[in-house]
């Protein structure tokens, strides 16, 4: 067996797939599928997963938990806001700038980019439609196809859990479309869990990165990398071994009385009561999620 990645021949069946949170979708589409690891490249892939399988699981669960309830002060989501804190510890945002950004659905990173930046032509790709005040946004389509979809140049692409979730067969394709979409000197903006440090390879991640992997990923397509950075890392969480031999990460939240009373409140409130309380407090708290996650930013190289 070769890598799809690499082509290299040092590939092994280390992990075990595990069925995801809608177990009858998870059971239909993702059946006897395996995770293989090259320990050459270090990263791990659904090695026997059938893309139509893939485009019919995200298609059967689109309903579940569907809101359009109006989020609140969106340009200050926590996920989002942390992650553009970080992207503009390293890289300025410049009028004009043109942005794709793959799967945010029912929000994105548009609100909270407009905090630094006014001036951004936006475009996306997700079944859902972004429902928000903003001259210059483009849907594009439903998915992104790198056979066939046209990508617009565009100065950055944020991508942000997204990239674990791409068709293993399409991962080549899709980095060299991104890679000439992106205007001399573009950016390319990556979140994902660090599904390898807490032993979470579920339904319908299908790509597992490891820190050596990712970076080499890039470089390999030509793209210089400005920054990395791996947030709760594993020794810093601890496991539950369940009765079924799968691992689940347990993670304690450090809330007082007060604050879960004001979270279960604040929809009541008037919104610059709400507004005060909810920028101070993701400052005093830092990133929005305890679960191990890696950020990168790289730049086209030429």
Not at 136 to 161: R, T
Not at 179 to 185: D, E, I, Q, S, V
Not at 190 to 206: G, S
Not at 225 to 250: G, L, P, R, W
């Amino acid at each position: 067996m070769k890598c799809l990645i690499c082509k290299n021949s040092d590939v092994s069946e280390i992990y075990t797939y595990q069925m995801g949170k809608y177990l009858k979708e998870s059971n239909e589409y993702f059946k006897n599928v395996k995770v293989v690891t090259c320990n050459e490249c270090h990263i791990s892939y659904c090695e026997n997963i059938i893309r139509e399988n893939l485009d019919n699981y995200y298609k059967s669960i689109y309903n579940y938990g569907v809101n359009d309830e109006e989020i609140r002060f969106s340009e200050f989501n926590s996920r989002f806001f942390s992650q553009v804190l970080f992207y503009i510890n390293h890289v300025r945002i410049n009028e004009n700038i043109k942005v794709l950004e793959i799967g945010p659905s029912k929000q994105g990173i548009l609100p909270t980019l407009k905090v630094f930046q006014k001036k951004i032509n936006y475009y996306y790709f997700d079944q859902k439609k972004i429902k928000y005040d903003h001259k210059n946004i483009f849907k594009l389509g439903d998915y992104f196809d790198p056979l066939k979809s046209e990508l617009p140049k565009v100065d950055l692409i944020w991508m942000s859990h997204s990239l674990e979730h791409i068709f293993p067969n399409d991962l080549h394709n899709v980095l060299s479309v991104y890679y000439k979409a992106l205007h001399k000197g573009g950016k390319i903006f990556i979140e994902i869990p660090n599904d390898v440090a807490t032993k979470t390879f579920h339904v319908p991640h299908t790509l597992f990165f490891e820190k050596e992997g990712v970076i080499k990923l890039f470089e390999k397509f030509n793209f210089k990398i400005i920054a990395f950075s791996e947030i709760n890392y594993y020794d810093k969480v601890n496991y539950i071994i369940k009765k079924n031999n799968k691992s689940e990460v347990n993670f304690t939240k450090n809330k007082s009385f007060f604050v879960k009373f004001y979270l279960f409140i604040q929809k009541f409130l008037p919104d610059y009561l709400v507004k005060k309380f909810a920028f101070k407090n993701f400052v005093l708290n830092g990133p929005y999620t305890d679960k191990p996650i890696i950020r990168l930013i790289a730049e086209k190289n030429r």
